[in-house]
Structure formats: structure tokens, C-alpha cells
């Protein structure tokens, strides 16, 4: 899978000659094994782009890649059901190709000056990393998740009666064995909580889940660094020791959704009453647009089944509605996105601001797929604070 640093390096590319060319495969439902039917519409599509690009004008620079691209589409053969990605630009000497999910909206051809990233930031949305650490008195076991894929990264026994002669742990070994176990297990989980707080940043996660029994949360809790509690999304109950790494991976799939579906709810009523009493949200495409204009948006909301037509100007990044040929800010010609959404999306990877994929529900359909909470107003500017 693709890398966020590797996603806004796409979004920063620019080719101002109109040659940046995007290249979506989406593997349709075979109607023979050879894939035939398939790969004569997807080399149709590139003979006609290809043919546009030998008429000279826009996209003539990519008359190479545009070929390079029909090569590789003539060996798919399927691609093994996978889809496909490929964003180029022979001009800058740039390629790059990628295997993806076969979950694409459609196989498409587009050359801009920007690179269309919409439909692979929104396969990318739930590659989280997430480290969860299994605990209890006795024992600790780190496992990593991401990609839908889990991994056992370490597993550690609480061996400080060994140990605890040497830093200072005599001193209990005098009569009150409950009270050394007891601080021997606080070690512990004091322990745990220094390795994940190293591992967390050393490998750069997104989150933090913990696997216990129940009555031992309220021990492991204290212990956590406060960075770790920011990025703890919550605990589950299971037995550290005996756990097999598929039911870990069950816990935190389910753990996970829930989570997200209570936090999108959350951040779509938090949008709606923020914009109802004219606060720090913004709903609808019009609304969106000129936010991200201003440089108001901190989280963008977007439905996965968002797509609107519109306009962009390359000039001066001025977005709109409708098909005006012209930009309405410097006046230069603006270009037709079929769907704007690509190029809302390119804007928010640039300023990095977080994309929250909203999957269909009617209440963000209501308010047309698209929102946003706000870092501040631009047209609040607080005037009062210079009367007084
Ligand atoms: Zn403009």
C-alpha cells in the first residue's frame, strides 16, 4: 500500500504543461477468463487519448507515457483482479505505479496539470497503524495492525524478582509478598508503558488499543505516558496470555469500526451545529469550497459517494461550481474537473488537512456529501477585539 508521503508527494506534482497523467485500472466482473472485453475498452480509452496527444496541444507530452501505460494494460490480462494505479509524467523524468485493492470507482485516462488522487486517498483511508498491547500482571505482548494485516511484534514476562534485587526492590522482599507482587506488577506495567511510548514514535503509529482483563485496566491505566492516552482510542476485554493473534485481530477490526463509526457520527453533528448557529463548520459543496479558499478547514468531511462536476483554475487554485470559462478571481482560463472532488482532495493532501471519509448515511446526503470543522472564521475576524 502507499505511504502518506508518498501520497502528497503525488499531490504536490505539478505539471504546468498539462501533462501529469493519471491512470485508474478498475478489473471488471470478467466475461471471459482472458479478460478480453475488458482490456479492449480500458486500450480503446488510450487510443483515443493517444490520438488526442499526436493532434499536438495540451497532453502532446504525453504521448509517451500514454504508450508506456497501453504496454502495461495489454499484459494485465486482469492483473489478477487487482486494480492499478499509475501517475506519470515523462517531462519530469516521474513514474509510479501501484497495485491496488480492486475497489475503484471506474478504470479512467485523465491528463491535467495536477494528478487526480480521489479515488486513491479514498482506498487509503483506513491504513491506520495501530499498536495494541496486550497486558497483565505477569505478562505483556505488542502487536501491530495496519493494512488489515496483524503482526506480533514482541511479547515480554514480568521477570523483576529477578531483577528487582539490583534496582532497589529489596527493601519489599522484607515480610509483605502481596505488597511486592503488587509493586512488582506496577513495575511492570510501568515497564510496558516506556516500551510502547518508544516503539509508538520509533514506528511512527496512528493509535493506541490495549487488550486486558477487566479488573486490570484501572492498574495499566496510571501508567500511560500522556502522549499515549491522547492517541489511546480504548480497551477490550480479552486473556493476554492465551489470545491467539487472529482473535486479536478480530478484537481491534471490531473495536476499530465502532470507534470510527461513533467518531464520524460525532464530527457530522458537531459540523451541523457548528454551522446551524453560524459557528466553526461549513456544509455543502459552495460553503467547502470558499473554507478551503480562506484557509479555514482544519478536518474535511467527504462522502465516499461524493462526485460533482466543476471548474479549477491552475493559475491562481480558484475552485467553482458550474462551467464558467473563465476564473471568476484572475480571469484565466479555468479547467473542467469531471469530479471537483479530485481536486478538493489535491488541496486538502497539499495543506494537510485530515480527510474524514463518510460513508452513506442520509443525514450527510441531506447536507450534499460534503462538510467541514472549521480552525477559525475568516469573516469572524473578532473586530470587537480592537473596539475594546
Ligand atoms: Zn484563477
Not at 105 to 121: C, D, E
Not at 304 to 313: E, L, M, P, R
Request: hydrophobic content about 35%; some cysteine; proline content about 3%.
Amino acid at each position: 500500500m502507499i505511504a502518506r508521503d508518498e501520497i502528497r508527494e503525488l499531490a504536490n506534482f505539478h505539471s504546468p504543461e498539462t501533462c501529469a497523467l493519471t491512470f485508474y485500472y478498475q478489473p471488471s466482473t470478467p466475461q471471459d477468463r482472458s479478460h478480453r472485453g475488458d482490456s479492449i475498452l480500458v486500450k480503446d480509452m488510450l487510443r483515443n487519448a493517444i490520438r488526442d496527444a499526436e493532434k499536438g496541444g495540451k497532453g502532446a507530452c504525453a504521448k509517451a507515457d500514454l504508450e508506456r501505460v497501453s504496454a502495461i494494460v495489454e499484459a494485465l490480462r486482469g492483473n489478477g483482479g487487482r486494480g492499478k494505479a499509475i501517475f506519470a509524467c515523462a517531462g519530469q523524468n516521474f513514474w509510479r505505479e501501484y497495485d491496488l485493492p480492486p475497489q475503484l470507482p471506474k478504470t479512467q485516462v485523465i491528463l491535467n496539470q495536477r494528478f487526480h488522487l480521489k479515488p486513491l486517498a479514498a482506498l487509503m483511508r483506513e491504513n491506520r497503524k495501530t499498536l495494541i498491547v496486550l497486558a497483565d500482571r505477569t505478562k505483556a505482548r505488542v502487536f501491530k495492525f495496519s493494512n488489515n494485516e496483524i503482526n506480533e511484534l514482541q511479547d515480554f514476562f514480568n521477570d523483576l524478582s529477578r531483577h528487582g534485587k539490583s534496582d532497589g526492590f529489596a527493601g519489599y522482599d522484607g515480610g509483605h509478598a502481596e505488597r511486592r507482587v503488587s509493586n512488582e506488577a506496577a513495575q511492570h506495567f510501568k515497564t510496558i508503558a516506556d516500551y510502547v511510548m518508544e516503539r509508538y514514535e520509533r514506528d511512527n503509529f496512528d493509535q493506541l488499543l490495549i487488550g486486558c482483563h477487566d479488573e486490570q485496566w484501572a492498574e495499566i491505566e496510571p501508567h500511560l505516558h500522556p502522549y499515549a492516552k491522547q492517541k489511546l482510542i480504548g480497551h477490550f476485554r480479552i486473556d493476554p496470555k492465551a489470545a491467539t493473534p487472529e482473535q486479536v485481530k478480530e478484537m481491534t477490526v471490531q473495536f476499530i469500526a465502532r470507534h470510527d463509526g461513533d467518531e464520524k457520527q460525532r464530527l457530522i453533528s458537531d459540523v451541523i451545529g457548528e454551522a446551524h448557529r453560524n459557528g466553526n463548520g461549513a456544509i455543502g459543496l459552495r460553503r467547502v469550497l470558499r473554507s478551503l479558499e480562506t484557509g479555514e478547514v482544519q478536518t474535511l468531511l467527504l462522502g465516499s459517494n461524493f462526485h460533482a462536476a466543476g471548474v479549477k483554475c491552475y493559475n491562481c487554485g480558484h475552485m467553482d461550481l458550474g462551467e464558467a470559462a473563465n476564473c471568476s478571481v484572475c480571469g484565466k482560463p479555468n479547467t473542467r474537473l469531471d469530479d471537483i472532488g479530485d481536486g478538493i482532495v489535491g488541496h486538502a493532501l497539499r495543506n494537510h488537512i485530515d480527510i474524514v471519509w463518510i460513508d452513506t448515511t442520509e443525514e450527510f446526503d441531506h447536507i450534499g456529501r460534503i462538510a467541514a470543522l472549521l480552525r477559525f472564521r475568516a469573516d469572524q475576524n473578532t473586530p470587537m477585539k480592537v473596539a475594546v
